[in-house]
């Protein structure tokens, strides 16, 4: 039961061109959106995220989208660049019983920028 | 500032034998969680650490898992009689104190292989 889908595995795409990454998710009670990059061998790191009041934030080269009605987020990346390259995760959490705002993970999508 | 820290790196074992893995989280972050990532797989949530409330080991794969954390900081990841499938990389993370962001701090991870 994968209440955070990331349908796409991996996704390739030119150096400066806009990189997409999608999320779907089942549970309209999520109300935190998160986005981590992850290179090999390391931690995941956070890189944005996204309230469920707002349809979109902004951080430099990179904006997250929320389409509530959809269940449906994407993070754009532009321009693209080789350092990009990385496995993107999409996260979700929800004030549920105890304070225990857990987040639920997507199984993530392989980004290669090419130069 | 240190970031949240785990030991070993990598992890040889034969299978049958116990393990333990190590977390230290970031200075004053009140709440841990363990993961795990299989080959090819996405973030597997094990067990959370919430302060000094009961833990929620929801996410515990078998009975040869269990996890403790000491004096609200450091935390253990115990893996009993081993198996080829608990090969993965075990990932750490801590969270700060407070409603905020949901941001998740991880560590590097330390890779398991049980041979």
């Known amino acids: 039961d994968q209440q955070v889908k990331q349908n796409s595995p991996s996704l390739s795409v030119q150096e400066g061109r806009i990189s997409i990454l999608n999320c779907d998710y089942t549970?309209?009670?999520?109300?935190?959106f998160l986005w981590y990059k992850k290179y090999p061998a390391e931690g995941p790191t956070f890189l944005i995220s996204?309230?469920?009041i707002k349809d979109k934030n902004e951080d430099g080269r990179f904006t997250v989208f929320l389409n509530k009605s959809a269940k449906h987020l994407s993070l754009h990346i532009v321009p693209s660049q080789p350092g990009d390259s990385a496995v993107y995760f999409c996260?979700?959490?929800?004030?549920?019983?105890?304070?225990?705002?857990?987040?639920?993970w997507g199984l993530g999508t392989s980004l290669a920028v090419n130069p | 500032g240190a970031g949240v820290s785990q030991s070993p790196s990598n992890k040889v074992t034969e299978k049958g034998k116990d393990v333990e893995l190590r977390c230290d989280p970031i200075?004053?972050?009140?709440?841990l969680y363990w993961y795990r990532q299989s080959l090819g797989q996405g973030l597997e949530f094990l067990i959370y650490?919430?302060?000094?409330?009961?833990?929620?080991k929801s996410g515990l794969p078998s009975d040869r898992f269990s996890a403790e954390r000491t004096g609200g900081s450091v935390s253990t990841l115990t893996i009993q009689r081993t198996q080829q499938e608990d090969s993965a990389v075990y990932l750490c993370?801590?969270?700060?104190?407070?409603?905020?962001?949901?941001?998740?701090?991880f560590g590097p991870g330390t890779r398991l292989t049980v041979l």
């Open positions: 200075s004053g972050h009140t709440a």
């Open positions: 993370a801590s969270r700060p104190p407070g409603g905020g962001t949901d941001e998740q701090f």
């Open positions: 996204i309230s469920s």
């Open positions: 650490f919430q302060g000094n409330s009961a833990p929620d």
């Open positions: 996260a979700a959490s929800r004030y549920n019983a105890g304070n225990n705002r857990k987040l639920i």
């Open positions: 549970n309209s009670m999520f109300d935190y």
